[in-house]
């Protein structure tokens, strides 16, 4: 009995060690965000095509994608052409032109292509902060029912495209 | 000399930057900056991780300072406010996370090992007394 005792402090040190050891080299920028789960909040918002106001209520019925972008981020010129790549296949893209200038965006889409079924302006980053944005680019999978699934933070590329398309439906 | 002062202003003022950009904020009373200056520095900012609101120059955080600001002047409440910003980003925001299962072991974990820890120095230190008192 006394010997077993004797080796209570090498097992925790085995124990809690292990532990430690199984968090090293985890991705620490990771964050589940607070709104996978919920519906897209509320918004009224400017669309960069049509100067209409866009409201929640018209948001596409299947499942899509919330692509939060600008042209002051160059991470988003990496992701862009991808972002063509699954409009053509199908993929309904809303984009948010977040923080942004009017002009610079329309340019941008006119000379790189327009992968966005509508883009909405969130000049201030209000709609950006009710999504719980942390910057840009960021991408919220929205299924059928209108509710937030996924969100991945930063740029949607070949590597990364099959957990998050596994999330759209 | 000129440049000399110049150069001198320049130091000065180019590291103070970020702060003024804070105090250009207005607030209607002290207590309403006392309770600004103690919320962002008990929450954390989404982008950084290891800086407060009040340390991070990200663009998210001046934003969510300037939120902060306006709820204050709203007439929020402190835990309004805290809520508004859990809501949005988890409770990774908070410093301080709440009391919780999920928490537990971060709130008492420590004092769990002291008093285990204590425990065997207790049972280390009377179970020699007595080997030395049936030995002698």
Known sequence: ?169 | MMMLRLFLLLITFGFTLPSMAEELMSFSSSLNQTRYQSLVEELRCPKCQNQNLADSGSGIAVDLREQVHQMIEQGKTDQEIVDYMVARYGEFVLYRPPHSSATFLLWYGPFILLGLGLLVFVFVVMTNRKRRGVSS
């Open chain 1, 1 to 169: 009995m006394r010997k077993v005792l004797l080796f209570i402090p090498l097992i925790l040190f085995l124990v809690l060690g292990s532990i430690f050891y199984l968090q090293l080299g985890k991705n620490t920028q990771y964050m589940p965000s607070a709104l996978v789960g919920k519906k897209v909040p509320g918004f009224t918002l400017v669309s960069l095509e049509t100067d209409q106001l866009v409201t929640q209520e018209d948001l596409p019925d299947g499942p899509y994608l919330i692509n939060f972008w600008g042209t002051w981020c160059p991470a988003c010129h990496l992701e862009h052409p991808f972002l063509i790549e699954l409009a053509d296949e199908g993929v309904i893209i809303i984009g948010i032109d977040y923080k942004d200038e009017k002009n610079l965006a329309q340019q941008w889409l006119a000379q790189k292509g327009n992968p966005y079924a509508n883009v909405l302006m969130d000049e201030i980053g209000r709609f950006g902060v009710d999504m719980g944005v942390t910057g840009a680019p960021e991408t919220f999978v929205v299924d059928r029912s209108g509710m937030i699934v996924y969100r991945h933070q930063g740029v949607i590329n070949a590597q990364n495209w099959p957990v998050i398309k596994s999330h759209l439906k």
